[in-house]
């Protein structure tokens, strides 16, 4: 089935879309909630979740690309799954080691607002990724949007961990040097 | 600020990016390396230059002179004696060679131990002083796994002791020297791009050399010589290059990557998942074709350029003009961001980074000149580039018919 034909299915209020939805995307979206959660019953339930916010968001959003508009939400709620879990201290998989490298682009400082620090840093974010070359952006998203582990990264582009590892940890200077420059991070 | 937060806001980014990652990256072709070798061989453009001293050691001073483009010292002239672009005269042996249009530049250069100073010719306003012998290595590798008798192409640019680089016809004694010692010499008509996108005719002394040679190379004390070379033995270029082929002193033949058309370009799909400028300048150029002749036909899965039209070189304003219609085309069919600014407006908004005097683009730049606007007609050449190459130029003519403006000639690649 078409992304196409399938969100004319939400569209017209069928219920079958969410069936649908599972049977095409439901391993990927597990797979997204997995590698934050890096639990499968959790990562189960956040996936079921991701169909319910889908049905309840289309429409009127009208995603042009439904596989990544899923993985969106999955992400989302399984990273707020997981930061209420942190207060169990349970581990996420490589989350822990992704803040770890993604605090390497902030300084210490005074927290600022959530809501303004979250939309200055997506409007920096979008700046960033739109300047770098391709292959380096999608090393970055695959590293910090869709918690990849670095081999997986490595073995999809046919390179070593470590120029991997190298890269990632230039593109994380670069960012901090953007957000620096921009007052974002002081 | 906590790197929670940091995560998030990376979990809101735009779609687009999203999907975009969803895609594994395309492996670079192991011909596409070797083609980027064979193509800078060809390109004689004056840029990514490690100077090092050849007969005696020095190390040319960094300075925060302005880019190589339009310099004085690279005021450049062809000899007089050679024939039309592009062909290329042989001394003492009439041969030709073709002088391509290339638009792709290797990002990636590994240079041997000893050229110590990794520095570029565009950080320098100037060429070789008398006694300095700069080189410029194309392609990774290339030093380091050669054997002594491996022979190198190499070109050859001459300065005097102001730094000025020899053009027309102040090369031949040079080049008549050479050839008396029995270098197999030959002249090549090229052109470098000045800083508004202008070619900059010039002549090149050639020649095959191997490394012995170079390492005894009988330089003239009282000239400085900046050297661009590349093993020839790339025999995988045979394979990607349909164009005319040279002989090589060791008997092969091999071909010189040519991209004179970009629009219909073979391998397209290759170049443009190169993980540095040249995918998204050629992208780009793409899009601007496309846009220009108002076809549809080319689809890209990017859809967040920046396409920044530089106005700085601009005298009357047919920009606005410009970017509405460029726009118009770009909202529909790519959603390319069109931006028109000066150098220092793009500066302020990170389309560009000034560093030591080498502009490095974040996003592919246009810069609109020599243009002409009458009550019914603009005329306008576009220089499209990325980083600091000069690479496609569109000649455009815009007409106004019943109150709308439509493109009504284009010309593209060299102009």
Request: charged residues 25%; negative net charge.
């Amino acid at each position: 089935m078409k992304d196409s034909e399938l969100l004319a299915l939400y569209t017209q209020r069928d219920e079958t879309a969410i069936t649908h939805t599972a049977d095409i995307y439901g391993r990927y979206c597990y797979a997204v909630a997995h590698r934050i959660l890096n639990n499968s019953d959790d990562a189960e339930e956040c996936v079921n979740d991701t169909y319910l916010h889908a049905w309840n968001a289309i429409p009127p959003a009208a995603p042009t690309n439904l596989k990544a508009f899923l993985a969106t939400i999955t992400r989302h709620l399984a990273f707020d799954r997981y930061k209420a879990r942190t207060a169990d201290k349970r581990g996420g998989g490589d989350i822990p080691l992704i803040l770890d490298e993604l605090s390497e682009c902030l300084s210490a400082g005074d927290e600022g607002d959530r809501v303004t620090d979250l939309l200055l840093l997506k409007d920096c974010l979008t700046r960033f990724l739109s300047g770098l070359p391709a292959t380096k952006r999608w090393i970055f998203l695959r590293r910090y949007w869709y918690a990849d582990p670095v081999k997986e990264i490595a073995k999809a582009l046919h390179k070593s961990e470590n120029e991997v590892s190298v890269t990632l940890s230039r593109l994380r200077s670069q960012l901090k040097a953007l957000l620096k420059k921009e007052g974002v991070c002081l | 600020m906590s790197p929670e937060i940091l995560f998030e806001a990376i979990g809101r980014i735009d779609e687009p990016f999203v999907a975009e990652a969803l895609q594994t990256p395309k492996r670079r072709p192991v011909w596409l390396n070797l083609a980027y070798v064979a193509a800078c061989l060809a390109l004689a453009m004056a840029a990514g230059v490690m100077a090092y001293s050849y007969s005696r050691p020095s190390t040319p001073p960094v300075t925060d002179a302005p880019s190589v483009y339009g310099e004085s010292a690279f005021d450049v002239t062809p000899a007089t004696t050679t024939t039309e672009y592009p062909f290329i005269t042989t001394v003492p042996n009439a041969a030709k060679r073709p002088d391509p249009y290339v638009v792709v530049y290797p990002e990636e250069r590994v240079v041997a131990e000893e050229h110590t100073s990794p520095r570029d010719l565009a950080c320098y306003a100037r060429g070789p002083y008398p006694g300095e012998c700069w080189i410029d290595v194309y392609g990774p590798h290339i030093v380091a796994q050669t054997d002594p008798n491996t022979v190198y192409w190499v070109e050859l640019s001459l300065s005097n002791e102001n730094g000025r680089i020899f053009t027309g016809d102040e090369i031949y004694d040079e080049a008549r020297r050479l050839a008396n010692l029995g270098y197999e010499i030959y002249l090549k008509e090229t052109y470098w791009m000045g800083y508004w996108g202008e070619q900059k005719h010039v002549t090149h002394l050639c020649g095959y050399f191997t490394k012995e040679h170079l390492e005894y190379f009988p330089i003239d004390p009282s000239l400085g010589y900046l050297i661009d070379y590349c093993r020839e033995d790339v025999a995988e270029c045979q394979r990607v290059l349909p164009h005319s082929s040279v002989r090589t002193s060791s008997g092969e033949t091999w071909d010189i990557v040519m991209y004179p058309e970009l629009a219909d370009t073979f391998g397209y799909d290759e170049l443009v998942n190169k993980d540095d400028f040249s995918h998204l300048y050629i992208d780009a150029v793409r899009r601007l074709l496309a846009m220009m002749k108002q076809d549809a036909v080319f689809e890209s899965e990017r859809n967040s350029d920046v396409l920044y039209l530089d106005t700085d070189g601009v005298t009357q304003t047919p920009c606005d003009l410009l970017v509405s219609d460029i726009q118009s085309y770009a909202s529909v069919e790519y959603s390319l961001t069109v931006d028109a600014c000066t150098r220092e407006q793009a500066e302020e908004k990170g389309y560009i980074q000034c560093v030591g005097g080498h502009t490095v683009a974040h996003s592919v730049w246009v810069i609109v000149k020599d243009t002409r606007v009458d009550a019914d007609t603009i005329q306008a050449n576009l220089c499209l580039y990325a980083g600091d190459r000069a690479a496609y130029f569109v000649d455009l003519t815009l007409k106004q018919q019943n109150n709308e403006w439509t493109v009504t000639e284009m010309k593209s690649g060299l102009s």
